[in-house]
């Protein structure tokens, strides 16, 4: 019996509703935050809605809307989405070999629904079962969609009748986002190694205003990993 027939599909299906759930739930700050944030920089409710169902990208639309507020131009906001969302190239890379046999809008909808939270919650799910569970990825990619758009109508609700609400710190969710996603995923010394020097090095950049210094510390930790994990097997 192969490990697809041995956990019913509705057993997965609603795995894959649960798991991403207290993710879903743990971004619905960031959210209201970035619904709130294109109020107050002109976008009408409408125009703030679309951002959230049409892009569907937390922190690209964070940087974005900062830009707005600031007058940057459109080369700019697009050069720094584009920077933020490259780690999904990496994402996308890990999935290709599961979705080569897929129809086109299968791959469609994966790569849209593709966010880090999804692929956190999947690829654990993957290792789990040994096999790629599509319909997981799926279920799981559209709890998140749909808690997302919902939690950006209640900050463009919310930006309409209560002013700075920026002020709240509602911005701490999407570091507490991430951490909850790495921890878990720290099971060997490379990995430990690789997030620590991550760490630092996004704290000393950020403190000495080094240019992209979240990028250059994700790519530090990876090359210190590697190395390690190179070294020790």
């Given at each position: 019996?192969?490990?697809?027939?041995?956990?019913?599909v509705r057993?997965?299906?609603l795995?894959a509703?649960f798991?991403?759930?207290?993710?879903?739930?743990?971004?619905i700050?960031?959210?209201?935050?970035?619904?709130s944030?294109?109020?107050?920089?002109?976008?009408?409710?409408?125009?703030?809605?679309?951002?959230?169902l049409?892009?569907?990208?937390?922190?690209?639309?964070?940087?974005a809307?900062?830009?707005?507020?600031?007058?940057?131009?459109?080369?700019t906001?697009?050069g720094?989405?584009a920077?933020?969302?490259?780690?999904?190239?990496?994402?996308?890379?890990?999935?290709?070999?599961?979705?080569m046999?897929?129809?086109?809008?299968h791959?469609?909808?994966?790569?849209?629904?593709?966010?880090?939270?999804?692929f956190a919650?999947t690829?654990?799910k993957?290792?789990?079962?040994?096999y790629?569970?599509?319909?997981y990825a799926?279920?799981s990619?559209a709890?998140f969609?749909?808690?997302?758009?919902l939690s950006t109508?209640?900050?463009?609700v919310?930006?309409?009748?209560?002013?700075d609400?920026e002020?709240?710190g509602?911005e701490f969710?999407?570091?507490?986002t991430?951490?909850?996603m790495?921890v878990?995923?720290?099971?060997?010394s490379p990995v430990?190694v690789?997030v620590l020097?991550?760490?630092?090095?996004?704290?000393?950049?950020?403190?000495?205003?080094?240019?992209?210094?979240?990028?250059?510390?994700?790519?530090l930790g990876?090359?210190?990993?590697?190395?390690?994990d190179k070294?020790?097997?």
């Amino acid at each position: 019996m192969s490990s697809e027939q041995t956990q019913p599909v509705r057993s997965i299906k609603l795995a894959a509703f649960f798991d991403i759930l207290p993710l879903s739930i743990a971004v619905i700050p960031w959210g209201i935050l970035c619904g709130s944030l294109a109020i107050q920089v002109g976008l009408s409710p409408l125009q703030s809605q679309l951002m959230s169902l049409l892009v569907f990208a937390g922190a690209a639309q964070l940087s974005a809307l900062t830009l707005v507020g600031a007058g940057g131009g459109i080369a700019t906001i697009l050069g720094s989405t584009a920077v933020i969302s490259s780690r999904h190239l990496l994402y996308s890379a890990t999935f290709r070999s599961h979705a080569m046999g897929l129809p086109l809008h299968h791959k469609m909808l994966m790569a849209f629904l593709l966010t880090d939270e999804m692929f956190a919650v999947t690829e654990n799910k993957r290792k789990e079962l040994g096999y790629f569970p599509l319909d997981y990825a799926l279920i799981s990619g559209a709890t998140f969609y749909v808690i997302w758009n919902l939690s950006t109508l209640a900050g463009i609700v919310a930006g309409t009748s209560i002013p700075d609400l920026e002020s709240l710190g509602l911005e701490f969710a999407i570091a507490a986002t991430f951490i909850a996603m790495v921890v878990p995923n720290i099971n060997s010394s490379p990995v430990l190694v690789a997030v620590l020097v991550s760490a630092c090095c996004a704290v000393l950049f950020h403190k000495f205003e080094v240019p992209n210094g979240l990028l250059l510390s994700a790519l530090l930790g990876m090359v210190v990993g590697y190395r390690l994990d190179k070294e020790t097997s």
